[in-house]
T-cell receptor, first 113, second 112 residues
Framework: DAKTTQPPSMDCAEGRAANLPCNHS???????VYWYRQIHSQGPQYIIHGLKNNETNEMASLIITEDRKSSTLILPHATLRDTAVYYCIVRAILNSGYSTLTFGKGTMLLVSP | DARVTQTPRHKVTEMGQEVTMRCQPILGHNTVFWYRQTMMQGLELLAY????????DSGMPKDRFSAEMPDATLATLKIQPSEPRDSAVYFC??????????FGEGSRLTVL
């Protein structure tokens, strides 16, 4: 799986958009970009994933650059409950069905009042 | 609400004792993962099952760790003998490929 680079920490004011960047310059064609988050003392929680196109769901939006070498997770209106470690993961889905999820260090997002 | 259930939630044991952690994946999911989390190493993949068959257990110390899926409703992770360095939170996750993984709340293990 391709390596990802994320800032170790970010701050965001409550109610503002949180834009979390991720660099994955060595991504290959069969690799998806996944985002998970982990709130303190809980298991990781899936947020969103995409291959090429931008994606949006009830939690967030995922913007992937045209060359796919980087992406941004957007939380449109951050709340205090969004304080968590956010993991950007590049995941290959092989024809054999083999596919693991390798977590890096992630970005600690602190949402303040 | 379907969820991944892990037991025990907390376990304190002494070095050398056997520890078994259990996971009930969400009904119908065909992939199960075991992860270990420590402050120093973060989240590490230990084992990965698809349709109950082990596909990858390269992250597991083979001499003391074993992972099995006796049936589709149960995954187990066993440590024998346990050591203080095994102290960590162990997470089980289930899902489909390439979809999302659902994680349990974890089993916090302390080995004295």
């Amino acid at each position: 799986d391709a390596k990802t680079t994320q800032p170790p920490s970010m701050d965001c004011a409550e109610g503002r958009a949180a834009n979390l960047p991720c660099n994955h310059s060595t991504i290959s064609g069969n690799e998806y970009v996944y985002w998970y988050r982990q709130i303190h003392s809980q298991g990781p929680q899936y947020i969103i994933h995409g291959l090429k196109n931008n994606e949006t769901n009830e939690m967030a939006s995922l913007i992937i650059t045209e060359d796919r070498k980087s992406s941004t997770l957007i939380l449109p209106h951050a709340t205090l409950r969004d304080t968590a470690v956010y993991y950007c993961i590049v995941r290959a889905i092989l024809n054999s069905g083999y596919s693991t999820l390798t977590f890096g260090k992630g970005t600690m997002l602190l949402v303040s009042p | 609400d379907a969820r991944v259930t892990q037991t025990p939630r907390h376990k304190v044991t002494e070095m050398g004792q056997e520890v078994t952690m259990r996971c009930q994946p969400i009904l119908g999911h065909n992939t199960v993962f075991w992860y270990r989390q420590t402050m120093m190493q973060g989240l590490e993949l230990l084992a990965y099952f698809r349709n109950r068959a082990p596909l990858d257990d390269s992250g597991m110390p083979k001499d003391r760790f074993s992972a099995e899926m006796p049936d589709a409703t149960l995954a187990t992770l066993k440590i024998q003998p346990s050591e203080p360095r095994d102290s960590a939170v162990y997470f089980c996750a289930s899902g489909f490929i390439p979809g999302e993984l659902f994680f349990g709340e974890g089993s916090r293990l302390t080995v004295l």
